[in-house]
């Protein structure tokens, strides 16, 4: 067993430009993953996220899309630190959702702009 001591997990990051990092190490405990993984699962049977998947849209895209087709996302990941609460976590398209992968909001606007940009031409 190793004292305090956790190993290191790197998450690969798309490499963007202006971005030179590729991979991101979490400080985050697997003990705390594991509880803040239950809390999401706990979260999605509540009557406040089914309304939100109801309501039928991406957060970060806003194309319309079923509820059954909306995924919960975290909008700062837990593997970066962000808590599965209310607060932190909205409904998004698959595409969206993989597109964002561990991305924190500030590296994950790029991809929003691009997106914005897109509806515009
Ligand atoms: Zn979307």
Redesign the pocket.
């Known amino acids: 067993m190793l004292l305090g001591i956790e190993k290191e997990r790197r998450y690969k990051v798309e490499k963007q430009p202006g971005h030179s990092m590729d991979y991101f190490i979490s400080t985050v405990t697997d003990r705390e993953l594991k509880k803040e993984k239950q809390k999401a699962r706990d979260l999605r049977k509540t009557q406040w996220w089914k309304r939100k998947c109801a309501e039928g849209k991406?957060?970060?895209?806003?194309?319309e899309?079923l509820p059954g087709e909306l995924t919960m996302d975290h909008i700062v990941p837990v593997v970066r630190g962000g808590k599965s609460v209310k607060s932190n976590v909205v409904p998004?398209?698959?595409?969206?959702?993989n597109?964002k992968k561990h991305s924190l909001p500030i590296e994950w606007e790029e991809y929003l702009d691009r997106?914005k940009k897109k509806e515009i031409e």
């Open positions: 991406c957060y970060y895209c806003e194309k899309f998004a398209c698959k595409e969206c959702n597109q997106l």
